[in-house]
């Protein structure tokens, strides 16, 4: 498994960045940056491509929302070629809350959307001329929609690659299925590897079946924080207020896709309570109700052994890719904290 971590988004990043050299070289293989409604990604993803040599780098997410479908595949032509070939494009739909809300766009159709952005970064990538008839993006712009002097153009410059891996971060089974036909990668959330199969084992064997060989096998990135040590239970209760802000936060009734998650667990009552409790505006009662399995399971936080077995588990399960955040109190603990990580991860 290659061992990857985020990169906080709510800070500046100049003093992140600094500290990436010593992840480099303790073994970490890949660093995602997030973007949600601070600094933008593709500035640090620049930043942390003149500072580092081997680590992969990948936003984690570009939502497909906010960039048109050409300024994506633009995009990630540019990092790719000032990275030397290390960039991965991780892409997601994100929620109404950042799209209507921070971006004002309509949040609509993100499956056929993220199908049609696909097939256009990598028509780009090809340096084909643009002639696209797509039922969400149209290229040119017919005449009927706009001035009709638009014509197919193709990029200009000359991509170091010319399929850029993409990773998607889906969790409903027709985005699911979608990914595990068409991208490089999947990133799930809150994920529990014991019952990965029975939550989305029909919709990944669907799109494996439409899979184009040449993708290769699908990377699983599996997210979680760690922690290794006797005494460092208590962190678990770090994940509290983000799982309770997605679970009862990022949606409303009805329109909750990590509640509907928490749901498919078989947590439905408690996944109804802490929505009820964070929409009401009480974030602590519900941060109390996120089931402790649940953030158990999802985490590697706990003895050698512990991280040992759940590592076993997560790799029994599929996943390819470990995304941790590493708890510590300082830098020289977290960078031990992938070391170690590292060495269990190849010893499983």
Same mark, same amino acid.
């Given at each position: ?11 500046? =990043? ?17 660093? =995602? ?17 003149? @500072?580092?040599?081997? *680590? ?21 032509? $540019? ?9 991965? *494009?991780?892409? $997601? ?11 004002? #766009?309509?949040?609509?159709?993100? #499956? ?13 990538? @090809? @340096? +084909?001329?643009?002639?696209?008839? $797509? ?41 699911? +299925? ?11 959330? =809150? ?46 209760? =770090? ?15 009805? @329109? ?13 009552? +408690? ?28 985490? !590697?936080? $706990?003895? +050698? ?38 060495? !269990?991860?190849?010893?499983?």
């Amino acid at each position: 498994m290659r061992i990857g971590m985020s990169l906080n988004y709510a800070g500046g =990043f100049r003093e992140t960045v600094d500290e990436l050299a010593d992840y480099e070289k303790a073994g970490l293989d890949i660093v =995602f940056v997030p973007e949600a409604y601070s600094y933008d990604a593709v500035s640090q993803l620049g930043f942390i491509a003149a @500072r580092t040599e081997r *680590l992969q780098i990948a936003s984690g997410i570009l939502q497909i929302y906010s960039r048109t479908p050409t300024l994506t595949a633009m995009t990630a032509a $540019g990092l790719d070629y000032v990275s030397d070939g290390r960039f991965v *494009l991780g892409i $997601g739909a994100s929620g109404p809350q950042v799209i209507e809300g921070w971006h004002g #766009v309509p949040y609509h159709a993100p #499956v056929g959307r993220t199908r049609e952005i696909i097939e256009i970064c990598r028509a780009v990538w @090809r @340096r +084909e001329r643009l002639s696209y008839d $797509g039922k969400y993006y149209k290229l040119p712009l017919p005449a009927e929609e706009g001035t009709g002097l638009g014509k197919p153009l193709k990029l200009i410059n000359h991509p170091v690659r010319e399929r850029i891996p993409i990773i998607i971060a889906s969790l409903g089974p027709k985005n699911v +299925e979608m990914t595990a036909e068409l991208a490089e990668g999947w990133e799930p959330i =809150f994920y529990v590897p014991e019952k990965a199969d029975r939550v989305w084992g029909e919709a990944l064997a669907k799109g494996k079946a439409k899979r184009d060989p040449a993708l290769g096998e699908l990377d699983v990135v599996a997210q979680a924080p760690l922690a290794i040590g006797d005494d460092v239970a208590g962190y678990l209760d =770090f994940g509290r207020p983000m799982a309770a802000l997605y679970i009862g936060g990022m949606g409303a009734k009805g @329109r909750n896709f990590y509640n509907d998650l928490a749901c498919r667990y078989g947590y439905e009552r +408690e996944a109804e309570e802490i929505q009820d409790l964070y929409l009401d505006g009480k974030k602590q009662e519900a941060a109390e109700k996120v089931p402790y399995e649940l953030l158990e399971k999802t985490s !590697l936080i $706990g003895t +050698e052994g512990f991280v040992r077995d759940r590592l076993a588990a997560l790799k029994e399960s599929g996943v390819t890719t470990l995304n941790v955040t590493p708890i510590a109190g300082d830098h020289a603990d977290r960078v031990k904290l992938i070391e170690k990580v590292r060495d !269990l991860a190849a010893s499983v």
